[in-house]
């Protein structure tokens, strides 16, 4: 990691790297850094929430050991995005959570997941689209600096 600001608050460690402010391993996406996390990450697996949702909220710890368990990759960021608090793109939700994996690339559609909400399924969605677009010829993108010791 780079050199940066840690500090804990009542949800968990939060660091500040660079830019970047990443909370148990998930990166904090606001309106202002959307699109530079879009651009710097080969595949940026989002969750959409909002914090009163009862399933958001039982949904935590799973997704900080998701962006636990894909911290070293290079090519894969675990992020999420509070909807009541970023007014971003034209996301219409009717609920929450909502995720979707954002591949590199502009001629790359986003991809919503709609599998089971746990650690493995998850995993397995991640790994499968990898596999998918490598074999597809695509090279590996570049991990944001922050995710670099």
């Known amino acids: 990691w780079l050199s940066g600001a840690n500090c804990c608050l009542g949800t968990g460690w939060v660091s500040i790297r660079g830019q970047w402010e990443i909370e148990n391993h998930v990166l904090l996406l606001k309106k202002s850094n959307f699109d ?5 990450t080969k595949y940026l697996l989002v969750k959409f929430y909002a914090p009163w949702s009862h399933e958001c909220r039982k949904l935590l710890p799973v997704w900080d050991k998701l962006g636990e368990q894909f911290e070293s990759h290079k090519d894969i960021m675990i992020a999420k995005i509070d909807v009541t608090a970023n007014d971003i793109l034209a996301v219409a939700l009717d609920r929450y959570p909502f995720f979707t994996l954002f591949p590199a690339g ?4 986003e991809v919503a997941y709609t599998g089971e909400y746990t650690l493995e399924a998850f995993s397995e969605f991640l790994e499968e689209q990898r596999k998918m677009r490598a074999e597809a010829g695509e090279e590996p993108g570049r991990f944001p600096a922050m995710r670099h010791p």
Do not use: D, S, V
């Open 36 to 40: 530079r996390a879009l651009k710097e």
């Open 106 to 109: 502009a001629h790359h559609q």
